[in-house]
């Protein structure tokens, strides 16, 4: 793309336009107009999100609403109006449109969500690190379609696979040098070629399970793009689109963005010029941006925004010359249901309403999933009380400890007028079906775990503790001095370095999960039941549920 100067139209939109054109472009023909619809982090979330959007009151910039959204049969509709009358359109996504799913979905191996998008129209999809919650081969079982190795076909008829293309640029297979999926796609819009280029990002190593990735490398997102202009520009492409599954953290609203930080600043700096428009995800969060003199956007999670993106392709260039972002709410209260999408969802629904519908117990208010300054949720303490109860006993594991990831805990358990709770809940906060690990450790290496919670200095993953167990850490310390020794307590007696101890973690964690290699050390490892089914298990035998008291976990400075 040729140097650019971006304007902001509105408060929704942001256009980019050259400063000047080049001599030829007035005797030619008049720009190709395209529009980009593109979605990320759907998560398999066909029905709409519980807690809908938050945005700016329009009546008071000062106070936020929430506005009810999200829903496949809500975005198929708004999808093909915001097609309408146009010539040239495609649908794309930026990664994790599965795993971590609620249960509609998830009970089917994400089957429902890959149909529903194939409805809907999308076109080419970048893999995100949620697509590897199942394995590589999983994920190529989407893709191509097919039974499920374990659990065979338990839907309402064969799954046929995607009928659209994931790409995976920065996924290479060790084995062979090539990525996983094709690195880009090339689609011609009245002659005119654009390439999509798909990838996710660099650190999906580690955030997701080892074994599942075995075999597989996540290379540097800006290097991997920029190795591949030579590569289409030989194949006659100028017009180039990438679609990152890494994001940013923005100021302002859903429909503009007054600043952004995070990764995505410094890939989208680093790309070769000729990128002309990033369309990113994994943060979860809604922008359109500029950066280095590029649209960058994003439509938050769950299917709650639809983003457009109209660009100008020049005939004579054949490249993109202006574009403009919109993000559009997926009203679910207003906008229509999509018939096809409806039957598709009752015919799920019909088979997992038994087991769904099973009552679990009640609550009394809310259990949240938000951390506190110390990093401490009231779900995040009921969970690890679950797993500990779960493992407790000497068929168990006999656990005296249990730590859960922050990042397994997808969902708040909300509390309805009745406060009942049933097992779709309960899955919809535990949605990995992950197996429970009890092991023994030394107080020295429950030390180092919890050192590990900072692998990532700039996304701190802090572990959530059962009862009984309670930890301090300073925030002013480095790595490896965090953890304060002298304040690891079980039951007011303080861990002792020699002294060994029997901890539970999910198998995501007794893998390396999230950089915790220390777990991969414990001795007596003994798998037990899944989390999520210690946490119906424990509903069922203390309801009413409420968030327990708080101070397990304390910082200092």
């Not at 030619?28 to 395209?34: G, M, V």
């Not at 009810?68 to 146009?86: F, I, K, S, W, Y």
């Not at 995100?128 to 394995?135: K, M, S």
Request: net charge negative.
């Amino acid at each position: 793309m040729k140097p650019s100067t971006y304007k902001t139209l509105a408060a929704a939109t942001i256009a980019i336009s050259l400063g000047t054109a080049p001599p030829t472009f007035a005797q030619s023909k008049d720009p190709i107009d395209l529009r980009i619809l593109a979605i990320n982090d759907f998560h398999g979330y066909l029905q709409p999100f519980a807690s809908g959007i938050r945005i700016d009151d329009p009546a008071d910039k000062a106070k936020r609403i929430t506005v009810p959204a999200g829903g496949a049969e809500h975005m198929a509709t708004l999808v093909q109006q915001l097609r309408e009358g146009r010539k040239n359109s495609i649908f794309v996504a930026a990664g994790d449109l599965i795993g971590a799913s609620p249960f509609l979905s998830a009970l089917f191996h994400d089957e429902p969500t890959i149909e529903a998008l194939s409805l809907m129209g999308l076109d080419v999809a970048s893999v995100g690190n949620h697509e590897f919650d199942e394995g590589k081969d999983e994920l190529v079982r989407m893709q191509n379609g097919g039974c499920h190795p374990t659990d065979g076909c338990r839907g309402p008829h064969r799954f046929e696979g995607a009928k659209f293309r994931y790409l995976a640029a920065s996924t290479i297979v060790k084995s062979t040098g090539k990525s996983l999926f094709p690195p880009y796609a090339i689609r011609e819009f009245d002659g005119i070629p654009v390439a999509f280029i798909g990838l996710t990002l660099r650190g999906t190593a580690g955030i997701v399970s080892p074994v599942g990735i075995a075999g597989l490398e996540f290379r540097d997102e800006a290097e991997t793009v920029n190795a591949l202009i030579p590569e289409l520009r030989s194949r006659g492409v100028e017009a180039v689109v990438v679609l990152i599954h890494e994001g940013g953290f923005p100021d302002g609203d859903y429909d503009g963005c007054s600043g952004i930080s995070g990764p995505i600043v410094e890939i989208v700096k680093k790309l070769d010029k000729a990128v002309d428009l990033v369309i990113s995800g994994h943060t979860h969060r809604a922008y359109l941006c500029e950066i280095d003199g590029r649209l960058v956007t994003s439509a938050d999670k769950y299917g709650t925004l639809v983003t457009t993106i109209d660009l100008k392709l020049d005939p004579a260039s054949r490249d993109i010359i202006a574009a403009r972002g919109e993000n559009h709410i997926v009203r679910s209260e207003t906008i229509a249901r999509n018939p096809e999408q409806t039957a598709l969802i009752a015919s799920y629904e019909k088979l997992s309403a038994p087991i769904a519908n099973r009552p679990a117990g009640s609550i009394t208010e809310t259990l949240s999933r938000a951390p506190d300054a110390a990093g401490e949720s009231p779900l995040g303490n009921v969970i690890a009380d679950a797993q500990l109860a779960a493992t407790r006993g000497e068929k168990g594991g006999g656990a005296d400890i249990a730590f859960t990831n922050p990042g397994g805990i997808r969902s708040d358990i909300v509390k309805r007028e009745s406060g009942a709770v049933s097992y779709a809940d309960v899955f919809a906060a535990q949605p990995f079906r992950n197996q429970l690990v009890t092991m023994t450790l030394t107080g020295a290496q429950i030390k180092d775990a919890l050192e590990q919670q900072w692998a990532d200095p700039k996304r701190p993953r802090i572990l959530q503790v059962s009862a009984g167990f309670n930890f301090a850490w300073d925030a002013a310390k480095g790595d490896g001095e965090r953890i304060v020794a002298e304040r690891m307590m079980l039951n007011g007696a303080r861990i002792e370095p020699s002294a060994r101890y029997r901890v539970t973690v999910n198998n995501y964690l007794s893998v390396g999960g999230d950089g915790f290699t220390v777990f991969t050390g414990g001795a007596d490892q003994l798998t037990g039941s899944y989390d999520v089914d210690a946490l119906y298990d424990y509903f069922l035998k203390h309801s009413p549920v409420s968030p327990a008291p708080g101070g397990r976990i304390s910082r200092m400075n």
